[in-house]
């Protein structure tokens, strides 16, 4: 629960436990962001000869930051909406700016480190700008505007390495964006620190946890959306052959076994977990570096199986491999952290499952990309039945955070 607040701010007694409809409005920007990351993808491992380990790695790396940039605006703007009255008119300022910002991000993606690069940095830098500067306007209470103050000054100075590096060739782009990330990310882990005016601690920021962890579990859905959506159209381009068939089938499989293993018990009651922590605002953050793990690897299996969709028979190749049987292994990783994070322990198969995807990837690079995907889906179906064995005629496992 969040601490009364006399500014203009703060809404009714315990705030809302619901996304408004804005914030809903919000997150459907970013289905179509997250495709055009995927189609990034796509176009280095299959269409620009990126097959190599090295072309994989840069290429890959390049896609990541992309990625890392919107998900820093989803959560900064999630995490805002989750601290103060998503309805009063300064919020849905924030918000909408963050709307059209990720639009244009989004639309920037696929030429980001050749002709577009100055557009994604403006619109990455207006939005992270913008919050806390509306926030300092509006807030009362002088400890909020000193931490919304420490955000504005850090934005504005990493600011100042994306414009830079919007104006650069490629490489040093991809340094100085990369560095300005860093310097965000280490700031916001040490409470924004700004030599004069301290820094925070987390323990003490005031959220509304339910609210937070349905924003989490929606973008999770998002995430999923972004799947089907990419799997439909890549098969939908030629739907007749029985391989692209089998492709599209493992695909729509592998997506509902993504939601299963999320939903069961540990995604269903995240909220509870939240607000039954000591500081529901250090589980918030922990919850928010888990789901990216978890959404870095649905879109990374997202752009495997639209790999596999167009070459179901082909060659397998090392970047192929890493989306088709890498990007479920990295999405059970960060559900076996979930599942620590609301219940103080973790399942053997999340692990176990994960493991074997990691062994699977060399001995199946000899046989062809539909065979991996078949593979995959069946590891994770495997992680579905046991999970539905373990709690087959038992009371419904309470929320225990270890936070």
């Given at each position: 629960m969040r601490t009364p607040e006399p500014a203009a701010l703060v809404g009714p007694e315990g705030g809302?436990?619901?996304?408004?409809?804005?914030?809903?409005?919000?997150?459907?920007?970013?289905?179509?962001?997250?495709?055009?990351?995927?189609?990034?993808?796509?176009?280095?491992?299959?269409?620009?000869?990126?097959?190599?380990?090295?072309?994989?790695?840069?290429?890959?790396?390049?896609?990541?930051?992309?990625?890392?940039?919107?998900?820093?605006?989803?959560?900064?703007?999630?995490?805002?909406?989750?601290?103060?009255?998503?309805?009063?008119?300064?919020?849905?300022?924030?918000?909408?700016?963050?709307?059209?910002?990720?639009?244009?991000?989004?639309?920037?993606?696929?030429?980001?480190?050749?002709?577009?690069?100055?557009?994604?940095?403006?619109?990455?830098?207006?939005?992270?700008?913008?919050?806390?500067?509306?926030?300092?306007?509006?807030?009362?209470?002088?400890?909020?505007?000193?931490?919304?103050?420490?955000?504005?000054?850090?934005?504005?100075?990493?600011?100042?390495?994306?414009?830079?590096?919007?104006?650069?060739?490629?490489?040093?782009?991809?340094?100085?964006w990369t560095l300005a990330l860093l310097l965000e990310y280490l700031a916001s882990r040490f409470g924004w620190p700004v030599p004069g005016l301290g820094r925070s601690t987390v323990s003490r920021w005031d959220i509304h946890g339910e609210h937070l962890a349905e924003r989490y579990q929606q973008f999770f859905l998002v995430a999923l959306g972004e799947t089907i959506l990419i799997a439909g159209l890549a098969y939908s381009r030629a739907p007749g052959s029985a391989t692209r068939t089998a492709a599209f089938a493992a695909a729509l499989l592998t997506t509902v076994l993504f939601w299963r293993i999320y939903v069961q018990r540990a995604g269903r009651i995240l909220g509870e977990a939240v607000t039954r922590a000591a500081h529901p605002a250090t589980i918030g953050r922990s919850a928010a570096d888990t789901h990216l793990v978890m959404v870095i690897g649905v879109v990374a299996t997202a752009i495997g199986y639209e790999l596999v969709n167009e070459h179901p028979t082909g060659h397998n190749e090392v970047g192929w491999l890493a989306m088709i049987l890498g990007g479920p292994a990295l999405f059970l990783l960060g559900r076996a952290r979930f599942e620590y994070e609301v219940f103080g322990r973790v399942s053997p198969s999340r692990w176990i499952a994960a493991l074997l995807l990691v062994l699977l990837m060399p001995l199946l690079k000899p046989v062809v990309p539909l065979a991996a995907a078949i593979a995959a889906a069946l590891v994770l179906l495997g992680v579905a039945v046991a999970d539905a064995r373990r709690a087959w005629g038992r009371p419904p496992e309470a929320a225990a955070p270890p936070f």
């Amino acid at each position: 629960m969040r601490t009364p607040e006399p500014a203009a701010l703060v809404g009714p007694e315990g705030g809302p436990n619901r996304a408004t409809f804005l914030e809903l409005f919000f997150d459907l920007v970013f289905v179509f962001a997250l495709t055009r990351v995927s189609a990034r993808a796509f176009e280095d491992l299959a269409l620009e000869g990126g097959k190599t380990s090295w072309t994989f790695l840069t290429g890959g790396g390049k896609t990541l930051l992309l990625l890392l940039a919107l998900w820093a605006v989803w959560q900064g703007t999630a995490w805002t909406t989750s601290r103060y009255d998503p309805y009063h008119i300064g919020l849905q300022t924030i918000v909408i700016i963050a709307l059209v910002g990720s639009v244009v991000m989004g639309v920037a993606i696929p030429r980001a480190f050749s002709s577009t690069g100055l557009a994604f940095a403006v619109a990455y830098v207006v939005v992270q700008v913008s919050r806390p500067a509306i926030l300092l306007l509006t807030l009362r209470r002088l400890q909020h505007r000193r931490l919304k103050l420490r955000m504005l000054i850090t934005f504005s100075v990493t600011g100042v390495l994306w414009l830079a590096g919007a104006l650069l060739p490629t490489g040093p782009r991809v340094t100085l964006w990369t560095l300005a990330l860093l310097l965000e990310y280490l700031a916001s882990r040490f409470g924004w620190p700004v030599p004069g005016l301290g820094r925070s601690t987390v323990s003490r920021w005031d959220i509304h946890g339910e609210h937070l962890a349905e924003r989490y579990q929606q973008f999770f859905l998002v995430a999923l959306g972004e799947t089907i959506l990419i799997a439909g159209l890549a098969y939908s381009r030629a739907p007749g052959s029985a391989t692209r068939t089998a492709a599209f089938a493992a695909a729509l499989l592998t997506t509902v076994l993504f939601w299963r293993i999320y939903v069961q018990r540990a995604g269903r009651i995240l909220g509870e977990a939240v607000t039954r922590a000591a500081h529901p605002a250090t589980i918030g953050r922990s919850a928010a570096d888990t789901h990216l793990v978890m959404v870095i690897g649905v879109v990374a299996t997202a752009i495997g199986y639209e790999l596999v969709n167009e070459h179901p028979t082909g060659h397998n190749e090392v970047g192929w491999l890493a989306m088709i049987l890498g990007g479920p292994a990295l999405f059970l990783l960060g559900r076996a952290r979930f599942e620590y994070e609301v219940f103080g322990r973790v399942s053997p198969s999340r692990w176990i499952a994960a493991l074997l995807l990691v062994l699977l990837m060399p001995l199946l690079k000899p046989v062809v990309p539909l065979a991996a995907a078949i593979a995959a889906a069946l590891v994770l179906l495997g992680v579905a039945v046991a999970d539905a064995r373990r709690a087959w005629g038992r009371p419904p496992e309470a929320a225990a955070p270890p936070f």
